[in-house]
C-alpha cells in the first residue's frame, strides 16, 4: 500500500518534510545517546554518526542545471553552517550520487531521510570535486561551490538518482572525521527525448480574499465601498497578483480564475471609497487597476481558461453544513451563471464553466452532488482524497458515472510548492522533487502516454508562483508535454479501480473543522430574505439587488476557511446595511388622536429616504375597537402607496365614530402578496362623540357669556358718561370765577385811568380779556363733557 500510495502521488510537500526531519532529529539524539553503551563498536559508531549529523546545517541554494544531460556541468551552491558549539575542523564539503531510483514511493522515502545512515547514502564523489574547509568555527557558515561534468557522475540511464550535499570534519579531539551534516535532493536524468511524453496540465490560479462590501456610495452613480485598500498592493508592481500575470503569461497554463476578483478590479478602476473606521474615503489606485487588467487581457489570449462559480464559493461546506437550507444551492447557481458573462465582458475570451473546484481536492458522495448541481460536469479532485490501490499513476479524468467526471490532480506534484519558499534552498528543493516526481511518472509505463493534472494552492505567494515557474518553463520538457485543462477531462482512463468516489468518512477532518457551520447558511438565507421583500417595492431594484446577490455569494466564499470570526463581521455587516436601507422606507412616528364627532379623517405619513421611488406597497390602518371606531365601515382600511424617492406621503383613512372613548390604532405597510413591510406604528384615538343635548347645553352656556358680556360693556360705557359729566362741570364752574375776577380789575382799572388821566377810553380796554380759564389738571366734575 504504501509503494501503490507514493506511486499516485501521495507525501507531504517539502516544507512539510523538512519539519519532520527537525523533529526526527530532536527526538533520535536522545535516544541514540541512551544507547551507546551498549551498542558494539561499529554499531556505536554508526549511532554517534548519525547524531553527530546534525550538528552542520548544509543548505543547498542553486542546482544548475536542474536537469542535466550528459555534456553538462552540475554546479551546486550553498552554505554550511556550525550550529554545534565547538570549531569543525579538516572538513570537506562532498558530492555523493546514489544508484537510480526505480519508483515515486523511493523518492518519497529518500525525502524523508533524516540524517546521515551508513550503508544507505552513497560515497562521497571525492577527488577534486569537493571543497576544503580548514575550519569553522562555533556559529560560524561557509559559502561553496561545487561544479563537476555530469559524464563524471555514473549516471548510468535515464531516471531519478539521489543527489547528496555532506560536510565531514573532525569536532573537539576525535581522531577521525565524520559526517556532520547532509543535505538530500535529487537529480533527475533524462538524456533524450521521451517517447511517450506525459501531458501536463497546469493550472495557473487567479483568486483572493473578499474584498468588496455589500455598501454603495449614497449617490446616484453608486459608488462601490471596498473593506480595504489591500488588492491595489498586490496589484501593484512587486505585488502578489502582478507577479502571477507576469509569470502567467509566458507560462503553457490554464487559468483557472474568480470572476469576483475581475469584478472587484473592474470597479476599482472607476471612483470607490474605502472603509476608513466609521467613515469612508476615496480610492485612488484606479490607474493601478486599469494596467493590471490590461495585462491579464493579453496575457490571457490563446489560453483556456476556467471560471468558477462567483466569488468561489466552498463546495464542501455547503455540502456538509448548507445544502438544507432553502435557497443556498439555487443560490449556487445564480454564481456559475454570473461566472461566464463576467468574464466575458471583463476579458473579452469565453471561459469554461464546467469545472467546480472543492477545496484541497478532497471529496465525498455530497461534495460531487453539489459541485455538479448547477451545471459543472467536471470535479477537479486529488489522489491523496481519490485513492485507487494501482501499482501506477493513471490518467487525470476519473469517469464516476452520471456523465461526470472527477479530474484527480496529482498530490505530490500539487503540494510541491506549498510551505515558506522565499530561502533559495526552500525553493531549489522543492523544484528538483517536482522535476523528480514528474519523470518517475513517465518512466512508471514508458510505452504509455498518460495524462496529469496539477492543481496548486488558490492562493501562491510570490516565491511560491516562481517556484512554479520555474519547472514549467522547460526544465522537464524532455519528459512532459503541456496540456491543458479542458483537453485533460477528455483523457479520460480505462481502469475502474481508478474511479471509485471516496465514502464521507474518508473525508479529512482537518478541512471539515474548517468549514462554514449551518448557522452562516442561515445567516444568508435571513439575508435573502430581507433583499427578496425589499427589491418588490422598488421602481429600480437593478441598483440594490447585484450588489447585494454579489455579497452572499462572497459570504460563502471558500476564502473564509480559517478566518471565522471575519466572516461572521462581514455577514454581519452586509445583514446590517440591508437593514438600514429597508428602514428609510417607514411610518412617521404619530402621537394620540382626539376625535369630537361621528366622523373624521385620519392622516398617516409614509416616508422614503431612499434615491429611488417605491411603489407595490400598502398601508393598512387597523382598529382595536371596530364597535367604537371603523375604518370605512370596517375594522381596517387599505391605501396603496406610492412614492417618488426623497418624498414622503400622507395617507388618509375616513373613521366614523359610535361611542366615546380610546381606541388603539395600528398602521403597518405591506407589500402586495401580502408580506408585511416593517414594524407596526401604533398610536390612540381618543373618541369624544357630541350629542344634541350637549349642544344645546353649550350654546346655551355661549349665549349667557355673550350676554353677560353686553352687560359689562353698557355698565362701562353708563360711568365714562357721568365721569364726563362730572368734568364739563367742574370746567364751567372755573370758568365763571375767573371771569368775575377779570371784570372786577377792569372796573377798578378804569377807576384808575379816571383819576391818572382823562386820554383812556372806557369802552377800549387796553388787553382783552382771555375767553376761557387756565386749564386744570382736577378731574372733571360732574356733568362734565370730555372731547376723547
Not at 536522545?30 to 554517534?48: I, Q, R, S, V
Not at 464553466?353 to 470535479?379: L, R
Not at 357721568?722 to 365763571?736: D, F, P, Y
Not at 385811568?753 to 382823562?758: I, T
Amino acid at each position: 500500500m504504501a509503494e501503490a500510495a507514493a506511486i499516485q502521488g501521495i507525501g507531504p510537500s517539502p516544507a512539510r518534510r523538512r519539519l519532520r526531519r527537525l523533529i526526527t532529529l530532536a527526538v533520535a539524539a536522545p535516544l541514540l545517546a541512551g544507547l551507546l553503551p551498549g551498542l558494539t563498536a561499529p554499531e556505536a559508531e554508526a549511532a554517534e554518526t548519525a547524531r553527530a549529523t546534525g550538528t552542520v546545517d548544509v543548505s543547498v541554494d542553486t542546482l544548475t542545471p536542474s536537469a542535466p544531460v550528459e555534456s553538462d556541468t552540475l554546479t551546486v551552491t550553498g552554505s554550511v553552517t556550525n550550529k554545534g558549539k565547538q570549531a569543525v575542523t579538516d572538513a570537506t564539503v562532498d558530492l555523493r550520487v546514489g544508484p537510480r531510483m526505480t519508483s515515486r514511493s523511493e523518492i518519497e522515502d529518500v525525502s524523508e531521510r533524516r540524517g546521515y545512515r551508513d550503508g544507505s547514502d552513497p560515497y562521497p564523489l571525492g577527488g577534486s570535486y569537493k571543497v576544503t574547509i580548514p575550519k569553522l568555527g562555533a556559529g560560524l557558515s561557509q559559502d561553496f561551490t561545487l561544479s563537476v561534468p555530469v559524464s563524471k557522475l555514473g549516471l548510468d540511464e535515464s531516471g531519478v538518482y539521489q543527489l547528496g550535499v555532506s560536510l565531514t570534519g573532525r569536532t573537539g579531539g576525535q581522531s577521525y572525521g565524520r559526517v556532520l551534516g547532509i543535505e538530500r535532493t535529487f537529480l533527475p536524468y533524462q538524456s533524450e527525448d521521451a517517447e511517450k511524453k506525459t501531458q501536463l496540465s497546469y493550472l495557473w490560479p487567479l483568486i483572493s480574499t473578499t474584498h468588496v462590501s455589500a455598501e454603495t456610495g449614497p449617490d446616484i452613480q453608486q459608488t462601490p465601498v471596498f473593506e480595504n485598500d489591500d488588492l491595489a498592493a498586490d496589484l501593484a508592481p512587486g505585488g502578489r497578483l502582478h507577479e502571477m500575470v507576469s509569470l502567467g503569461a509566458n507560462l503553457p497554463v490554464t487559468w483557472v480564475i474568480d470572476p469576483d476578483l475581475l469584478a472587484s478590479i473592474d470597479l476599482m478602476t472607476g471612483p470607490y471609497l474605502v472603509k476608513n473606521g466609521k467613515t469612508e474615503v476615496a480610492g485612488k489606485h484606479q490607474a493601478i487597476a486599469e494596467k493590471w487588467l490590461d495585462s491579464l487581457e493579453k496575457a490571457v489570449q490563446g489560453k483556456k481558461i476556467v471560471a468558477l462559480p462567483f466569488a468561489d464559493p466552498d463546495l464542501a461546506s455547503l455540502a456538509h453544513r448548507g445544502k438544507d437550507v432553502p435557497g443556498s444551492l439555487s443560490h449556487l447557481q445564480q454564481a456559475t451563471a454570473l461566472a461566464s458573462t463576467t468574464v466575458e465582458t471583463i476579458l473579452h475570451v469565453k471561459p469554461s464553466t464546467d469545472f467546480s473546484w472543492p477545496v484541497d481536492g478532497a471529496v465525498d458522495p455530497s461534495i460531487m452532488s453539489v459541485a455538479t448541481s448547477a451545471g459543472a460536469h467536471n470535479v477537479i479532485a486529488r489522489s491523496d482524497s481519490f485513492r485507487d490501490d494501482l501499482p501506477y499513476t493513471p490518467d487525470a479524468a476519473r469517469p464516476v458515472g452520471g456523465g461526470t467526471t472527477a479530474v484527480v490532480s496529482d498530490a505530490a506534484l500539487s503540494t510541491a510548492f506549498e510551505g515558506d519558499l522565499i530561502r533559495a534552498e526552500s525553493s531549489t528543493l522543492a523544484v528538483q522533487y517536482f522535476l523528480a516526481q514528474s519523470l518517475a511518472v513517465t518512466l512508471e509505463r514508458p510505452e504509455d502516454q498518460r495524462t496529469l493534472v496539477v492543481a496548486p494552492q488558490r492562493m501562491p505567494s510570490i516565491a511560491q508562483a516562481q517556484a512554479m515557474a520555474t519547472v514549467l518553463q522547460g526544465a522537464a520538457k524532455r519528459w512532459t508535454q503541456p496540456t491543458d485543462l479542458l483537453a485533460a477531462a477528455t483523457a479520460v482512463t480505462s481502469d475502474p479501480a481508478a474511479s471509485r468516489v471516496p465514502g464521507s468518512g474518508a473525508y479529512p477532518k482537518k478541512l471539515r473543522a474548517q468549514e462554514l457551520d449551518a448557522e452562516a447558511f442561515l445567516e444568508m438565507k435571513q439575508t435573502r430574505d430581507g433583499l427578496d421583500d425589499f427589491k418588490v417595492i422598488l421602481t429600480a431594484p437593478e441598483r440594490v439587488v447585484p450588489p447585494f446577490t454579489n455579497a452572499i455569494s462572497r459570504e460563502m466564499s471558500t476564502s473564509w476557511r480559517g478566518e471565522g470570526a471575519s466572516a461572521a463581521l462581514y455577514r454581519q455587516e452586509v445583514q446590517q446595511y440591508l437593514a438600514s436601507l429597508t428602514r428609510e422606507v417607514e411610518l412617521i412616528k404619530k402621537s394620540d388622536l382626539v376625535l369630537s364627532g361621528r366622523s373624521a379623517t385620519i392622516p398617516v405619513t409614509v416616508q422614503n429616504k431612499l434615491l429611488q421611488g417605491v411603489d407595490h406597497l400598502v398601508l393598512r390602518l387597523s382598529s382595536g375597537n371596530k364597535t367604537r371606531l371603523n375604518l370605512d365601515g370596517e375594522g381596517a382600511s387599505e391605501r396603496p402607496v406610492k412614492i417618488e424617492g426623497g418624498h414622503s406621503q400622507s395617507v388618509k383613512f375616513t373613521a366614523s365614530a359610535n361611542a366615546n372613548g380610546p381606541v388603539p390604532m395600528t398602521a403597518q405597510l405591506y407589500t402586495e402578496d401580502g408580506t408585511p413591510y416593517g414594524p407596526p406604528m401604533h398610536f390612540t384615538v381618543k373618541v369624544s362623540e357630541i350629542t344634541p343635548t350637549v349642544m344645546l347645553v353649550i350654546a346655551g352656556g355661549v349665549l349667557l357669556l355673550v350676554l353677560a358680556g353686553v352687560r359689562m360693556y353698557s355698565q362701562r360705557k353708563r360711568a365714562a358718561a357721568r365721569n364726563a359729566e362730572a368734568e364739563a362741570q367742574a370746567e364751567a364752574e372755573a370758568e365763571a370765577g375767573t371771569d368775575a375776577e377779570a371784570e372786577a380789575e377792569a372796573d377798578a382799572g378804569a377807576e384808575g385811568a379816571a383819576e391818572g388821566s382823562g386820554d383812556a377810553d372806557p369802552g377800549q380796554p387796553s388787553d382783552p380779556t382771555p375767553d376761557t380759564g387756565p386749564e386744570s389738571g382736577d378731574p372733571s366734575g360732574p356733568g362734565e363733557k370730555v372731547d376723547r
